[in-house]
């Protein structure tokens, strides 16, 4: 089984500021992606970013970028520039990649981190 | 529709009944998740299909809960007996493919009083 830990229940940065929420997991699995999601309070879950295992290069979107750590099983999430809109939950999810003929699987998730930007 | 649609928004019934929630996943997309989560936690996985099919039901807590999705693209999960510790956000997602990228609905909010 899989377990996604991130250690930072709550942070608060100011406006146009850098952020970085932390993110470890484990797995025994070779081949998998690694998601990051914001929840507003709206409930609705949206994708922020996405890393295959097997790409060496660190995903980037926009204003957010990853560092990738295969061997730490660290995936933290770095939010530049940040804005008032940032202001939400964010979870660090897992998912094994699985192939023909083997099981299915969901999304593993950690506990989240409450981001809050300071005007 | 645009996006993956829950129905009810919220839903409050009383210990005991019976309860089913709706998911109509993005069209074309064969894979759909339902997850639950609990106040200040994570979602947690409760079943994937793919197509009509159940692939993995392992997340389901146990024989009370039962998901359907007779064609391939609604999905109803259905709750007997409800219990006051079943009260959570149920979240339906979709995806075109088991590991695509999983669009997700604004959730069911279940309170069971």
């Known amino acids: 089984a899989q377990t996604v830990t991130q250690s930072q229940p709550e942070m608060s940065v100011q406006e146009a500021e850098t952020v970085t929420l932390s993110c470890t997991y484990d797995?025994?699995?070779?081949?998998?992606?690694l998601f990051w999601y914001k929840q507003p309070p709206s409930r609705q879950m949206i994708l922020v970013i996405r890393?295959?295992?097997?790409?060496?290069q660190n995903a980037t979107e926009n204003r957010f970028s990853v560092n990738f750590q295969k061997a730490a099983k660290s995936f933290s999430l770095k939010i530049s520039d940040s804005q008032l809109g940032d202001t939400a939950m964010y979870f660090c999810?897992?998912?094994?990649?699985?192939?023909?003929?083997?099981?299915?699987?969901?999304?593993?998730f950690g506990k989240g981190t409450h981001l809050i930007i300071q005007p | 529709g645009a996006g993956v649609s829950q129905t009810p928004s919220n839903k409050v019934t009383e210990k005991g009944k019976y309860v089913e929630l709706r998911c109509d996943p993005i069209?074309?997309?064969?894979?759909l998740y339902w997850y639950r989560q609990s106040l200040g936690q994570g979602p947690e996985f409760l079943i994937y299909?793919?197509?009509?099919?159940?692939?993995?039901d392992s997340g389901l807590p146990n024989d009370r809960f039962f998901a359907v999705r007779p064609e391939g693209s609604v999905s109803t999960l259905k709750i007997q007996r409800t219990e006051r510790g079943d009260s959570a956000v149920y979240l339906c997602?979709?995806?075109?493919?088991?590991?695509?990228?999983?669009?997700f609905g604004q959730g069911t909010r279940l309170t069971v009083v």
């Open positions: 997602a979709s995806s075109l493919w088991q590991g695509a990228n999983a669009f």
């Open positions: 797995t025994s699995e070779n081949n998998y992606y």
């Open positions: 890393q295959e295992a097997y790409k060496q």
């Open positions: 999810a897992f998912m094994k990649i699985m192939y023909s003929g083997g099981g299915a699987d969901g999304l593993t």
């Open positions: 069209s074309g997309h064969t894979a």
């Open positions: 299909f793919q197509g009509t099919g159940a692939a993995d």
